[in-house]
């Protein structure tokens, strides 16, 4: 066995038992901006028109078996109420099929005026998730077999809570996405040789924050903050400074605390359209491994924008 093959099985074991088994986590987007829903089901309906969102993320690029994440929300406000609507599905994959985690969530969310500018909504989310573990998949990668029946289609339910204030230059969400704490315990083997598996879902607590500054006529300034808390796992603090020209062109970068620095690019295609573009390079040791070249991101948006909304509301986030 070759060491690229034999780094490539001790990673993968440890995304495996200490990412999944031991205390698990929401995935992390350095986009987290403009994939608010993930997150926050209080966003539902904010941007005042019907929303359809994407984003692929590929972890550690290189590293055979590492983690990739995908999400698709649509979401809306109903007409002529203050409710707002969505749908949000996440998926995450480690080691090419040997753990996949498929999130899914109806969303309903109630906007109050606590202001003449600023708005309060109040968001719920209802849902659930399959978890599959495939250890024999593990062969693929020349890693020894693992004596534990499969997980296949787990389903748990999850519900979620969230708060979200904006205006039209300001904004602040606090966000619970998932409350319930599922154990998935395999214990139907007898044999004391025989490794037991066990698998927790921890609650994630979301703090996001950012501004948008007018710099001149044609330059705004967009710094952002997101905060993640888990029990059993370091504080997460993404900050990022992204720079707008001519409310068309989108770039800047990011630090996360302690894990990454990332570079990020976006485009509105038209009014209709938005492209975003993301790069992470691991701060860690095992962003200075030689299988490692670093993390991407790819975000895409649509909305159903009428010819009057864009001149009435823009939105910048």
Known sequence: MNIRNKFTIVALLSFIFMGVVNAQQD????????????????????????SIAALYRAQWVGLDGAPTSQTLNLHSPIRNSKLGYGVSIVNDEIGDGVVQETYFDGIISYTIDVSQEGKLSFGLKAGGNLLNLDFNKLRNFDAEPVNADNIENRFSPNVGLGLYYHSNKFYAGLSAPNLLQTEYFDNSQQDANTVQFLSKERINFYLITGYVF??????????????????????????????????????????????????????????????????DKETTDLGGTQF?????EVFLRFELVKS??????????
């Open 27 to 50: 995935a992390q987007y350095t986009q987290y901006m403009f994939n608010t829903m993930s997150v926050n089901p209080a966003y539902a309906g904010s941007r005042g028109q019907l």
């Open 214 to 279: 007018d710099l001149n006529g044609n330059l705004k300034f967009k710094p952002a903050l997101l905060t993640k808390m888990v029990g059993g796992a370091p504080l997460q603090v993404d900050f990022s400074a992204n720079f707008m020209f001519n409310d068309k062109f989108t770039f800047g970068a990011a630090y996360r605390w302690d894990a990454a620095l990332s570079a990020m690019a976006g485009f509105q295609i038209s009014d209709q359209f938005m492209l975003g573009l993301a790069y």
């Open 292 to 296: 490692n070249d670093g993390s991407f």
């Open 308 to 317: 009057f909304q864009r001149l009435v509301s823009p939105r910048f986030f």
